[in-house]
């Protein structure tokens, strides 16, 4: 049974103010962004290297395990040096992650929310996982994605938005930003 990073109990039983507040759904555009030599790739790499350092506890969904995996596949059929130099390194990463599956309740949920079109965005999927699963922030690098009020206790924000606080003080926790 996996554990809480923080407290050390099973994640069933982690109630823990820690895991709450650094619990956060990172999107494949992130990932992706990484490295794909962008302005925003540092940041990204950063960010995502963060949960394998245990800065924060770094979630994904099963859906974005296959948005990467996909996107994986383009990158060998185009560039097969370039797949190789970081399909090892992308996995080793997303093994710091916890994954959180798709049920019937998320499914349910993303019917609620109608911030971006078409309905049957993965993205709206995720952010209904990350609800929720009461992640704090749910970090994009998709400008598509509106401006979208927080639900409960999940956030979405741009990695481009420096000025949120909440990605504000992540950053500066991984020493991103001074």
Known sequence: MEKCQFCKKSSVECVCKEKQQWNNMIDSSVFLGAYD???YSQDC??????AGRKKYFGTITTLILGEIMKKMIEIKKEDSCRFESIFEEILNILSEFHTYYICKETIDLRKNITERHPKESHDLINLACAIKNK?????MLDDRFSQVPKRGETEVVQITNRNHPKLKIL???L???E
């Open 37 to 39: 030599e962008g302005e």
């Open 171 to 173: 950053l500066n926790k």
């Open 175 to 177: 020493n991103i930003i």
């Open 135 to 139: 992640c704090s922030l749910f970090i």
């Open 45 to 50: 790499k950063i960010l995502i290297e963060g």
